[in-house]
Nanobody, 115 residues
Framework: VQLQASGGGLVQAGGSLRLSCAAS????????MAWYRQAPGKQRELVAT???????NYADSVKGRFTISRDNVLNTAWLQMNSLKPEDTAVYYC??????????WGKGTLVTVSS
């Protein structure tokens, strides 16, 4: 399974970006997809998750600003990021859990928010 993430870039504070993550390969069933991020000098943290039953969860720091969505047919997830803040600057990684306990990480896409 391979994950292709895209959509990162440079944006001013208050702006928006939309990240996408497409999963390809031999995927029997995707159980959940998620976005993580890692800022310079910090640990990787969970940003948002989308489970198979359609439920979503968000880190407190992004609630009300970020929205995760997915297309089960296309095996693609998106992260709509609005009202971006400089502290959102990080490399964003998509993550997929599939089959019986398997998982994969995308390579990451850099989001830079200028003040």
């Amino acid at each position: 399974v391979q994950l292709q993430a895209s959509g990162g870039g440079l944006v001013q504070a208050g702006g928006s970006l939309r990240l996408s993550c497409a999963a390809s390969g031999r995927i029997s069933r995707i159980n959940g997809m998620a976005w993580y991020r890692q800022a310079p000098g910090k640990q990787r943290e969970l940003v948002a998750t989308f489970t198979m039953d359609g439920s979503t969860n968000y880190a407190d720091s992004v609630k009300g600003r970020f929205t995760i969505s997915r297309d089960n047919v296309l095996n693609t997830a998106w992260l709509q990021m609005n009202s971006l803040k400089p502290e959102d600057t990080a490399v964003y990684y998509c993550y997929v859990q599939y089959g019986l306990g398997s998982f994969a990480w995308g390579k990451g896409t850099l989001v830079t928010v200028s003040s």
